[in-house]
């Protein structure tokens, strides 16, 4: 059974930090690629960071760029996202997502996975 688990997600002050985590159960992270997402409230899913199935290949969004990382635990079946100097901006869930081939279409749309978790709430706030 095929299942993508977030965590991490919580409340955080304007520039501090976070890890969120995706926990992987019923295939293994190499033979998808994974992204990151996000939803606002009132706004459309943004595609945040996405990695291919070897991690090989990362991509982030420009709004994310040079304060997040993602990467791969591949003993533990588990990608994470380590975000820094969070603005309130960031507010949002975040949703882990995977598909075998959204590496071979465009990974930063959410069209292009199956499976997604149930989302992790970050709050960026004072």
């Known amino acids: 059974q095929l299942q993508l688990v977030e965590s991490g997600g919580g409340l955080v002050q304007p520039g501090g930090s976070l890890r969120l985590s995706c926990a992987a159960s019923g295939f293994t992270l190499n033979d998808y690629a994974i992204a990151w997402f996000r939803q606002a409230p009132g706004k459309g899913r943004e595609g945040v960071s996405c990695m291919n199935g070897d991690g090989g290949k990362t991509d982030y969004a420009d709004s994310v760029k040079g304060r997040s990382t993602i990467s791969r635990d591949s003993a533990k079946n588990t990608v994470y996202l380590q975000m820094n100097s969070l603005k309130p901006d960031d507010t949002a869930v975040y949703y882990c997502?995977?598909?075998?081939?959204?590496?071979?279409?465009?990974?930063?749309?959410?069209?292009?996975?199956?499976?997604w978790g149930q989302g992790t709430q970050v709050t960026v706030s004072s």
């Open positions: 997502a995977a598909d075998p081939t959204a590496w071979d279409r465009d990974p930063s749309l959410p069209e292009a996975y199956e499976y």
